[in-house]
């Protein structure tokens, strides 16, 4: 029964209805028509977001699972039957598993332009019919990556200053669970969000909020309470006020109390100035081990900017910016059929569309690197064997997850790419872009196609 | 047990912990000094994001029900066991409930910036525990309401010509239901999303894909065996290869098999020149019912200029914009404590941090409405009665919903409010702000608590 009020939060099976009204039409009419070929689908993104010069792919391996587990319940069924689908295609979902190969470029390699992220091998109906959840997750989880490996840039590298504080403006639940995990992928030190931080084994990072604060008559109470409470995470917040009255006090409340100061908190204000401030009185009563926490808006180059001017701060809280990708909030990540098994042949297929041209036949990217920096990626086909190395590897096998990395796998792969950007394209700034081209046979398989 | 590659869908009890680590620490300190006492928090916005002039409130009904439901399971409690929370405060989870009062601007209501939107009258620790959800829930909520209506109203206000098409953009499972639910509250005619369609029974509108067409050796072999099995649904995708062939293409296939073509859609190139092309055609061949879909990041602007323009189009597929509100992806709302109870008498709070400023006490929000267009809105106490319609109404009582309204009855308020907006606010353009002033009662009050 729908329901307005409804919370609305899906699990499988019913995440298998994520789905476009339209890919159940087409995969409704495949097979009345008996067309469940083989086929090739590719995820790509044809032009990079603006102000990003590379993407840091993300959300593989929540996305195979998802695939793997793809099953029609009796609710699906039963709704899916009032679209007007017949008996046949019914029974045919309801067995329906995934069994096709998937290959992919793993999570926490850069990758540009036109390079296919994703290849699915598998009959016809069942490569169409994951189009919508492998892109709502891909895309959105790829676009937070590569913010949050940006910020890691900016902070110097050092992703433990990193803290993804973005729960409160992400998009949903989903949002934030995948922000969290795409910021840890991308280097990031911890969260805030424990729903998250208990999921995929993050660090949970939290000091206090102004309500605290608030809560009590004066500032000077709010922090004795706090620390003689939480005397083993005394970080407090002191912009309520006065923000360098706010440092004294936390000061002076450790001397009384004989606590000592985790560290400090600011949230607002002139960040770099305040945080030098803080610095100093912290290090002329002693407490030279005391933390400075930085949060308010902060995006890579506020950061770059902070990091430059040597401002003291050993944790960044970076929230709405990281957790929305607010200057560019869209991946517009698509996927398209690029071949089909027609008799005993593979078949390329491209579409011709205005602006929007695909290239035909599966697809492998080849990347050189010199010295430890990445030189030239070349798209060519599947079947071609090219200097350098091939991205995309093998993620399913008949239905099965053969790629299962861990967290630590995941991030050392992003440290490496991070590494390996040309100089130029690690800063936050405009720049010059890499040189992605195809390989011969890839372009005369287009040439082919466009005759 | 953490798993990197879950796939992180969350549901009850488990969204209990979608909540930032800070919260936990607070409530845990609250709970140790037996400070429980009613608090009252509010939800606002401090400043309306760029581009826009107003907000459509949205996301308040799954939000309570979220809120209503939020338990402590035994995964939950053993996780925050591992935080550091002692046993007396983990037996306080064990049994939380939420027992307070929740009063808000109901659902398709236009708000503007420093309006409290949500008012939560709780113990304290009640209070603050909800923070996260409920920022996370409404601001998002309300972000996508608020885009889905400005492209509602570009659409000359005609919802039922404007269809969300953005699940492969959203930013996640979650975003996507709220994202196809938002904009039927703005007043949109459908979604592409079969689970959001299923679960709020929204339409369900589809028409078919380029893998489709190109699935086929030729186009017209593709138009054929669609409208054949389709022939209830016959709205064929015309800019595979050429648009133009393609729609002359659609005619005579329509003709040749005999069924009725429903429509074209369009999705690349010069969208109003090649609509205008495609009326002739279908009206020179007699499908004058035949219907323009048109889609391809479309946006309040550009159908504000193809309407006025009277480019012919039936229904505008709007998927990354609308999904992510893509000019202006985060409504940064924020939840503060604005009163306590202190002995007898509620005492209002209100923190001072640089450009972060809050106003002390209950509030409630008087419009007044002249001639059906709203001329003023006055911020005010709770407790005082002025001119004007109060927004903020009951939604919840001792930890009972009771406001629950159909969707009807929220897309009607819509109507009305986009209807009562001042003409000056109605276009996408740049514009004067709408007057929104406090009242006496509240200077006077805030005035007090700077002191």
């Known amino acids: 029964m729908a329901d307005p009020n409804d919370p609305g939060l899906l699990t499988p099976p019913e995440t298998s209805l994520l789905v476009d009204r339209y890919e159940i039409t087409m995969a409704r009419t495949f097979h009345r028509l008996g067309m469940n070929e083989p086929s090739v689908f590719e995820l790509f993104v044809r032009r990079l977001p603006p102000h990003r010069d590379w993407l840091l792919v993300c959300g593989l391996g929540p996305t195979l699972r998802l695939i793997e587990g793809m099953r029609f319940g009796p609710g699906e069924l039963e709704y899916l039957s009032t679209l007007g689908c017949d008996r046949e295609f019914l029974s045919y979902l309801e067995g329906f598993r995934f069994s096709g190969d998937v290959d992919a470029i793993p999570e926490g390699t850069i990758a540009y ?21 492998l892109l709502n997750q891909v895309n959105f989880q790829t676009m937070i990556a590569t913010k949050a490996a940006r910020v890691v840039l900016a902070a110097n590298g050092n992703g433990d200053s990193v803290v993804d504080f973005s729960p409160r403006r992400d998009h949903g639940v989903d949002a934030a669970m995948k922000a969290a995990r795409a910021s840890a ?35 000077e109470e709010a922090f004795e309470s706090f620390m003689r409470e939480n005397p083993e995470n005394a970080l407090l917040l002191v912009d309520t006020y006065d923000t360098i009255e706010g440092v004294r006090r936390a000061i002076e409340v450790s001397r009384r109390t004989g606590v000592a100061l985790n560290g400090i908190r600011i949230d607002s204000g002139d960040l770099a100035e305040l945080a030098r401030a803080a610095r100093r009185l912290l290090d002329e009563a002693g407490l030279t081990d005391a933390k400075i926490v930085l949060s308010g808006d902060l995006e890579e180059h506020r950061i770059a900017e902070m990091c430059r001017e040597g401002v003291p701060a050993d944790l960044w809280g970076v929230g709405t910016e990281l957790g929305t990708s607010r200057d560019a909030p869209v991946v ?80 050392e792969r992003t440290r490496q790419s991070l590494a390996s950007l040309p100089d130029a394209l690690r800063s936050a700034g405009p720049k010059p872009s890499y040189p992605v081209r195809h390989s011969e046979r890839l372009t005369e398989a287009a040439h082919a196609a466009a005759l």
Chains 1, 2 share one sequence.
């Open 113 to 133: 332009a036109n390079e296919p992220l994703i290849r699915v091998t598998a009959p016809r109906i069942e490569a169409q019919i994951l189009e919508t959840l």
């Open 185 to 219: 992928v991308a280097g990031a030190g911890g969260t805030s969000n424990l729903a998250a931080a208990k999921r995929y084994g993050l660090l949970p990072v939290g000091t206090m909020a102004h309500s605290f604060v608030l809560s009590f008559p004066t500032e």
């Open 332 to 411: 517009d990540g698509v996927y398209k059929i690029v071949a089909d098994l027609s008799g005993e042949a593979w078949r390329g297929v491209a579409k011709r569309s205005a602006a929007k041209e695909t290239l035909p036949g599966a697809k492998q990217v080849f990347r050189r690197v010199e010295g430890g920096t990445m030189t030239e990626d070349v798209i060519g086909t599947a079947d071609e064997e090219l200097p350098g190395e091939p991205l995309l590897v093998p993620a399913m096998r008949g239905g099965e997850i053969v790629l299962a990395e861990t967290l630590d796998e995941m991030r």
